[in-house]
């Protein structure tokens, strides 16, 4: 997992909520990422970032919101427009010099609606 | 949108056997990248091919890249219980910045 966190670890929601999802990095990563995997599923982009205050909308961005004021940090909001929520969320971050865009991975966080 | 696709989506092997996973894909790329996923955990990037090159080697694993087929196949050599996992293709058609294209991976399973 690297030097990527991800907290917490399992996250339960009431319907009609939202929630913030962390994620950290100390590997002094330009680009972060946000992954959605169903079960028995791939992983699906949601939102990503290259650079400090600037982000762009992968595949899925309905219904999630994020920010990158610190390099650092990448947190995702799953909001209340989210139909669907439960799933499991990865993070991952990339070096700037990767030139085949290889990412780094935290260890995800299980969201549950109940 | 999914670009990958792995075949078989599941595979149970004896331990020390070999495991192979393919992976086809639909557009040019850049490069294809397979990772490693452990049962609840994030993934680990195991292995990167350049779609100019044809094979690839890595302690025990060999990747090999068909661009005139959109394929790509992983051989795990002398399989371990602890290569039990999901495994995933991803592709990339920029170099750079463009973000990953996973597929919906291989479970495999090694019986010790």
């Known amino acids: 997992d690297g030097g990527i966190t991800q907290s917490p670890k399992y996250l339960f929601r009431k319907e009609g909520q939202n929630v913030t999802l962390s994620c950290e990095q100390n590997l002094n990563h330009d680009a972060m990422y946000w992954y959605r995997q169903d079960p028995g599923q791939g992983l699906r982009l949601i939102y990503y970032s290259q650079i400090v205050n600037d982000f762009q909308k992968g595949d899925i961005a309905e219904g999630y919101s994020v920010s990158r004021e610190k390099k650092e940090s990448f947190p995702l909001t799953v909001t209340s427009a989210q139909k669907n929520p439960t799933a499991f969320y990865l993070c991952?971050?990339?070096?700037?010099?990767?030139?085949?865009?290889?990412?780094?991975f935290g260890p995800g966080t299980r969201l549950t609606v109940l | 949108s999914q670009q990958g696709e792995e075949d078989p989506q599941a595979l149970s092997i004896q331990e020390g056997e070999n495991a192979t996973m393919n992976c086809s894909y639909k557009t040019s790329i850049n490069n294809l990248q397979w990772y490693r996923q452990n049962s609840g955990r994030g993934l680990v990037h195991l292995i990167l091919?350049?779609?100019?090159?044809r094979e690839k080697h890595s302690g025990r694993l060999r990747v090999t890249l068909d661009t005139s087929k959109k394929s790509s196949s992983l051989l795990i050599t002398a399989s371990r219980a602890a290569d039990t996992a999901s495994y995933f293709c991803?592709?990339?058609?920029?170099?750079?910045?463009?973000?990953?294209?996973f597929g919906k991976g291989t479970r495999l399973s090694v019986i010790a």
């Open positions: 091919i350049r779609s100019n090159e």
């Open positions: 991952a971050s990339r070096w700037e010099g990767a030139p085949y865009n290889e990412q780094f």
């Open positions: 991803a592709t990339v058609t920029n170099s750079g910045n463009t973000p990953l294209v």
